[in-house]
């Protein structure tokens, strides 16, 4: 958790608690579980607990709204970035709920949902009617999960709905769902860490056309571990050639040598709303 973000797409991030259970290929590698060990916390899987926070934590977002409220500006909020809110566990509820209730209480802050569950929108969201300032997301790393996810997305209200496409493990064709499909935001972003998958580009400039000719704002986030150029200073770094594509090769650079540019300059469109 925490004020001022590195996470590129948002300000702030709260968590309401630690923890999850994979669901899917782009759980495979996850960083939220890699860091959660690394403080000495096991906190992943059905069976194991979850770590929730004091009332002092809580109190962090309402500071962040009031000071986005003496700006006159707003501010994004990433919630939940080591968990997921609408894991279906029973003993998540009462800390939904008080969620819910900071949500409406902090009318300055756009609060970015992002879910791999989103078929339980209808059972977690609050049934008294919908918060202005939610901004509904869910994953879709490949072609299955959208086709799988972003209906279920689609069809709950929200003042934004958005796809993370990271990390990026194939195709998509998301033009259904963009503009007045639906989707009004696209992020996408290749897999870090030393076991990451390699993200192709042109599917990551695929994902950018399809915007553009849609007019949906399009983030791009990082190319990670792998990136489609030869680094800049000397040194050992390993190469490889994509499945059937000698053509494309790319380099293990690591996130920060990789950067996030694509096609000569950076992504950072955002959609704008009026509360």
């Known amino acids: 958790m ?6 590129e797409w948002t300000h702030h991030t709260f968590n309401p608690w630690w923890g999850c259970v994979k669901v899917s290929p782009a759980c ?6 890699t860091w959660a060990r690394r403080v000495g916390e096991q906190l992943w899987g059905g069976k194991s607990e979850r770590r929730f926070f004091s009332d002092r934590h809580w109190l962090e977002p309402t500071k962040w709204n009031r000071e986005a409220r003496e700006n006159r500006e707003r501010r994004r909020v990433f919630c939940a970035s ?7 566990r029973a003993e998540l509820n009462p ?4 969620l819910w209730g900071l949500i409406n209480a902090t009318e300055c802050l756009d609060w970015l949902l992002l879910t791999k ?3 339980n929108f209808s059972r977690y969201l609050p049934d008294s009617g919908r918060m202005n300032n939610v901004w509904l997301g869910t994953t879709v790393e490949n072609q299955r999960w959208a086709d799988e996810r972003i209906p279920k997305l689609v069809d709950a209200e929200s003042s934004v709905h958005f796809l993370s496409c990271e990390p990026l493990l194939g195709p998509l064709d998301l033009s259904p769902w963009l503009g007045a499909g639906g989707i009004d935001w696209v992020i996408a972003g290749g897999e870090s860490g030393g076991k990451a ?4 580009p042109r599917w990551v400039q695929s994902l950018r056309d399809q915007c553009l000719a849609s007019g949906v704002a399009f983030h791009f986030k990082q190319w990670g571990h792998w990136a489609p150029h030869q680094p800049s200073r000397r040194k050992r770094v390993k190469e490889i050639a994509l499945a059937g594509e000698s053509n494309i090769r790319l380099w293990q650079l690591g996130k920060k040598d990789a950067g996030r540019e694509l096609d000569g300059r950076t992504w950072d469109q955002v959609p704008t709303t009026e509360i």
């Open 82 to 88: 080591m968990a997921d809110v609408f894991e279906a």
């Open 117 to 119: 569950r989103p078929q």
């Open 95 to 98: 800390w939904r709920e008080r």
């Open 28 to 33: 495979k590698n996850c960083y939220a579980e």
């Open 197 to 200: 998958r390699p993200t192709d």
């Open 2 to 7: 925490g004020k001022n973000s590195k996470i």
